[in-house]
């Protein structure tokens, strides 16, 4: 094969995994943030004072650090405290 051929090969190979990889990504569940639901440390970003991200929730079902959960489940998450909550308490 020629080097000509040989990159048309690969170029087609490298689109069609893009493609695959671009499939895969789309499928992933749509997620929202939710409040009061994560344990201690465990939060996955800010909210407000004391939690500027990841991790940094001090104590467990903080009210204003959140954890990303599928859509359509936050507020029937339960917890100690009650439910799940879409914004900060």
């Known amino acids: 094969m ?3 051929k040989l990159a048309t090969v690969a170029l087609a190979f490298a689109s069609i995994a893009t493609g695959v990889n ?3 990504s789309s499928s992933a569940p749509a997620m929202e943030k939710c409040y009061g639901v994560a344990l201690a440390g465990k939060n996955d970003c800010a909210a407000g004072a004391g939690t500027s ?3 940094t929730s001090k104590t467990d079902y903080q009210a204003n650090a959140w954890k990303s959960v599928p ?3 936050c507020t029937s998450i339960k917890t100690p405290n009650g439910n799940g909550s879409l914004t900060a308490k």
């Open 53 to 55: 991200c990841a991790g």
């Open 22 to 24: 671009a499939a895969e």
């Open 2 to 4: 020629n080097n000509l």
């Open 71 to 73: 859509a359509g489940t």
